[in-house]
Every structure is written in C-alpha cells, then in structure tokens.
C-alpha cells in the first residue's frame, strides 16, 4: 500500500515536472539581441554575426525586410519592388550585396511606361503640364545642405541651431530661391506628410547630399528586382533558431551591471534572452515601447516624437490604360504638390495593367480607408478618361508603413533634443538605430548601424 502510494506521488511529481518545464520559458545567451529585423536591425544582425558575436532577431512580422515588399506575380513570377527600391552605389551597400550574393547595377531610377501629370484629386489628366528645370535650383540646395557635413554622418547639428534648420522647408525655399527644385526634392521624400511644412532639417536629413550625387550618377540596383532575397539571404546567414520571427518582447529588464535580460512571446513559447547588449531597430514611439522598462530620460524624449503616414501597395482591374504612370500634381497649389491625404502616383509595373500605388498622410488613416480613397481616386480617373469598364480595382498587395516619419518640434530641436538623444547610444547596454536617429534611407541607414558596430561590440 505505501509503495502504491509513493509511486501514485512519484507520478504526480513527475507530470508537475513536467508541465512546470513546459511552461518554464526557456532560457537563449547572444552576445546581442536585436528588436526589429527592419533594415537596420537586419543590417546589424549579419554584421554582428561576421564580426563573431552571436545575435538574436526579435521581429514582429512573419518576414524580415520592414519597409522592403516584393510581390512575386503567381502566373509570371515576375517580382515587383513595391516597398524600398533603390540604394546608394556606397562601399557600405556594395559590400553588404556582395556578402549576401545580391548581383546589383548601377542605374538612373527609372519608371515604367510614359509619365503622365494628372490632378489625382480631381481625376483630370493635365495634358499640358511642364515640370521645372530643377539643375540650378538643385546645385544651389546643395550648396546649402554642403554648410552641414555633420548631418551626413547624423543627427550632429551645430550648436546654437541655426534658424534655417528649423524653419519650415517651404520657408527656405522662398528665402534661398530654391522653388524649381522642389519637386523634384519632394518625390524623394515621399511619405513626409506636409512637404513644406516639414523642418528644413528633416529635408536635409533625407535629401542631402548622398542623394543628390545618386540622382546624378545613378543608384545601385540588385539586377533580380527581388529587394526581399537581400532579406532572405540574410535568414540564411543568421539561422532560423537566431531569428524570433512573430514575436513580441513582453519585458525587459536592463538594470543589471552587465546585461539586459528580454523576455520574448514567440509562436513556440515563452524565451528569456540574456545578452551583454541590446540594439533596439524599430520606430521609438511610446505606443511601441510599452513593454520595454524605458527609464526617465527615455521616455521623456520619445515622448516628443510624431509621425507621418506611408502607404503602398499593388492594384490591378483599373480600366486605366497600360503602361501609363500618373504623378500627382495640383497646379494650383504651391510648386503643384499634390494635396494631402493622398496619392504621390499610379505608377506602372513590369506587370502590365498592375499598379503601384503610394499613398501619403500628415496622420495615420485605417487601412479600410486608405484602400477606399485609392480606389475612388482610381475609378474618378477612369470616369473622366472616358473609360467604360466594369472592372473593380483590387489590391493584389498592400502594406501600411506607419509611423513613417518621426520627428519633433523646431523648439525641441533647438533646445538640444538631438543631442540628448545621440547620448543615448550606450545607455543601459542599448544602441539605437533606424530611421528615425538618422535617416528613413536604406544604405545611409547600414552606413549610420556600421559607425555604432564598435561601440556595441567593445
Ligand atoms: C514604400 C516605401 C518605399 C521606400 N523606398 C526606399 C528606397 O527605394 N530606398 C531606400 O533607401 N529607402 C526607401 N524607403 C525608406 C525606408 O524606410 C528605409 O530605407 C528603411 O526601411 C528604414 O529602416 P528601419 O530599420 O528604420 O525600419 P524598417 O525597415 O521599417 O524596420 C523596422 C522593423 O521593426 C519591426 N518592428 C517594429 N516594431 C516592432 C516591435 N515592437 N517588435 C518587433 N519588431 C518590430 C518592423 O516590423 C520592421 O520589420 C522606403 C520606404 C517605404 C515605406
């Protein structure tokens, strides 16, 4: 009877074992954990890797890339770009293709079919559009960015600010005379809500120099037109068990001497990750944040930060004519910048009778409506085209890029918020990157992860 009873308590024991192991998180060590599997979190993660440190990816989405989509077209194969596109022909961008065996070109950034200028808002083509000649214009915007060269390198601005910095970008224009330049400054900052109200600083940041030279000498293509493979060699690279994808970070705790310990919800359970560091790659809003034990000073600062709306996505069934690409410009409104909330353009794709389409906003919209607003932009067009058709426009593709663009006041920024927040790198064994602590621009991006490998390793 006793040994009956000892082995009915062994049992128990051993299923209580059991269980408690299942449910017990289980425990991973990297030299360095990083959240965000986006382009600079991606970025790091092979860097880090090269370098002989080991890293975990903690991603949220079911793929790496972030702001990179490719559509791959099921009766063709044929893949279309329809997130980042293009990069800067920059030794740090070659280097990283030629270690993940992306064969690029160098080549103008070109679109498909001929352009069209069409009022998007009013669905009226304007057949006798003439853009600008943008070539002094330009060379005089980039006398201009030239008396920054620390932005080049980041957020590294003089001190006091000076008031061109944070004078609205529409400002600036009229005061250096730059206005045949604007649109075609404005097409590379898509996604940057109100273009003329944004800070002089932000333009610069985005559009500087590194842009400028690109425009004129060509930017760096991978040649399969399949910008994910950079991110699917980069799984490779990494390993499956190194990346977390679908995952969420529950909590953090960086208060210990020497590490930081993330605590991650994946599809297979509970992780514990301890790591010397910790490099965050993702947009520092609060509302992103909320799981991560931010101190005082951090939050203080992300606080301040808002942020525009981008969206794009791939529609098919227009009715509108193929191999046609429609940009958006209001002749009415200052140097024909298309009105916002609203389409940057109808661009034509390799796929004929496919459409990508950009969408931008001051503020984020849901999706529902997004998608609703483009397809009546779509079918008002068509309507006064004189196009009959019943087709319904479809969105084969979609993806919200939001938040988009963060930033903060022109007060902030003169009272030294960029300062304080380059001080962060380091602080409770975190170093942040991405868009927003330097540019939303791929290549500038490695460039800018690259100058923080040696701190993060040391
Ligand atoms: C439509 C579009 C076209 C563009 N075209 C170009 C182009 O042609 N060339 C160019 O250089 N740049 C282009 N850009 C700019 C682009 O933003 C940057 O190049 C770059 O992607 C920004 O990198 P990032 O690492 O900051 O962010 P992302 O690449 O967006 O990466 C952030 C990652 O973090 C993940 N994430 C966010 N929050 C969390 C969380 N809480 N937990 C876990 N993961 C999280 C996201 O899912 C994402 O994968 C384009 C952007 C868009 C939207």
Redesign the pocket.
Known sequence: MASLFRRMLHGTFLTLFVIAAALSPEEVEADVVI???????TYAAVRLHDLGKSVIV????DVL????NTYVDPQTNITIDY?????HDILVAQNYFNRLNIPFAIAPMGSYGTTTFANLKEGEVIANFVPSNPTNALAAYGAQVAQYPGLGAGFFLPNPVPEDLVMPFGQFVQKYNLGDAVQIIAGFAQ?YGDFLEQMTLNIFMGQGLQVLESMQTGFLIPVHHDNHEIYDNAFQVLGSDKVLLKS??VSTNRSFADHVEVTVQTPSGLKVINANKLVM???PKLD?LVDFDLDGTEQSLFLQFVNTA?Y?GLVRNTGLPENTTYQNVDVAAPYSLPDLPGLYGLGATAIPGLLDV?YGSQTAFFDDAVKADIIATIIRLRTNLGIQTDEEPEFVAYNS?TP?RLTVSPDDVKSGFYDKLNALQGHLHTFWT??TFDT????L?WNFTETLLPLITA
Do not use: M, R, W
């Not at 959240?35 to 979190?41: D, H, Y």
């Not at 903690?58 to 989405?61: A, L, N, T």
């Not at 890339?65 to 990179?68: A, E, H, L, R, S």
């Not at 997130?83 to 990069?87: I, L, M, N, T």
């Open positions: 959240i965000g599997g986006g382009s600079s979190g903690v991603e949220q989405d890339g972030g702001n990179t997130g980042v596109v293009v990069f996604g969420k970070v790659a993702i947009p992103n981008y794009t950009k890029h988009f991405g868009a939303p621009d791929s290549a991006l």
